[in-house]
């Protein structure tokens, strides 16, 4: 396991997906699986930054789990910031034209569509976010 605390800032997007890119190339990640974790990452960590402690800014980990069989691995992002869990929301009707849709949910359903498993958590006063993806 590997683990990264840093401030949870718009800024950091980059830092934190250079941090979890090292993790998947040590691996031998396909480029397209690395790519679909890389646009979590700036969906996920650019909603802490944005929401979770407003106005304020506050840490935020990122842990890089790998599992075995089948290969595997597993991105949690933690932080201590206002309790939402983002899989509550209902998913946008992508069948609606852009126009017709809510604002809204379109980057949450992309990890949940592009993710193999995706959970939440409010445990001990933190959000608890785990994305996984075989390798």
């Not at 597993?74 to 809510?102: C, H, M, Q, W």
């Not at 604002?103 to 949940?112: A, C, T």
Request: glycine fraction near 6%; aromatic fraction near 8%; include cysteine.
């Amino acid at each position: 396991m590997k683990e990264l605390t840093i401030d949870a800032t718009v800024e950091n997007i980059e830092k934190v997906t250079a941090f979890v890119d090292e993790q998947l190339e040590a691996l031998g990640c396909p480029w397209k699986a690395q790519m679909q974790i890389d646009i979590a990452i700036d969906e996920l960590f650019g909603n802490i930054a944005h929401y979770a402690y407003n106005p304020e800014v506050g840490p935020a980990t990122v842990r890089v789990d790998v599992l075995q069989e089948p290969l595997s691995v597993v991105v949690t992002f933690i932080d201590n910031g206002v309790a939402y869990d983002p899989l509550a929301k209902e998913d946008p009707d992508v069948a609606l034209s852009a126009e017709e849709r809510k604002i809204g949910g379109l980057g949450i359903y992309m990890v949940k569509k592009s993710m193999d498993e995706i959970s939440y958590e409010y445990k001990d006063g933190q959000n608890i976010l785990r994305i996984k993806k075989q390798i």
